[in-house]
């Protein structure tokens, strides 16, 4: 960003981050639209100044946590949290390394139950017909 260097840009803007996080945790369990723009709008933040997130950089990584772990929480929303602390990870490693270790653990642990979560009616296994081709002999 052109602004970057300025600190009174930077300032201003950083003071605009933790309202910023309110508005996304008061709307992720609401529907409609809204809460998906403001987290790419976090994610294009954290992609092109993640600085501007370092100040609020714990309440951020444990929205994200906690909107990971919650099940009311639409899949779409839990993607684009993880895809927020990735573009984190990305562009602000030494952020990660110092004030996020303490949180990894349960990030892990939410990454590997998302993996895990099978779908009730998955299209692979509607399939009712053996095809020989699916076998080597």
Same mark, same amino acid.
């Given at each position: 960003l052109f602004y970057e260097q300025e600190k009174s840009v930077v300032k201003s #803007? %950083? *003071?605009c981050v933790l309202p910023l996080i309110q508005l996304v945790? #008061? %709307?992720l369990p609401m529907d409609g639209e809204h809460c998906d723009t403001v987290l790419k709008s976090l994610i294009d933040l954290a992609e092109k100044c993640p600085q501007f997130l370092r100040s609020q950089f *714990?309440? &951020?990584l444990q929205l994200c946590l906690k909107s990971i772990g919650d099940n009311e929480i639409i899949e779409i929303r839990k993607h684009l949290c993880i895809? #927020? &602390?990735i573009s984190m990870a990305e562009n602000a490693p030494s %952020?990660?390394?110092k004030r996020g270790a303490p949180y &990894?653990?349960? #990030?892990v642990m939410y990454l590997l139950l998302m993996m895990t979560n099978i779908e009730e009616d998955p299209s692979w296994s509607s399939c009712d017909t053996i095809e020989d081709d699916d076998f080597e002999r």
């Open positions: #803007l %950083t *003071d945790a #008061l %709307t *714990d309440a &951020l895809e #927020l &602390l %952020t990660i390394r &990894l653990g349960q #990030l």
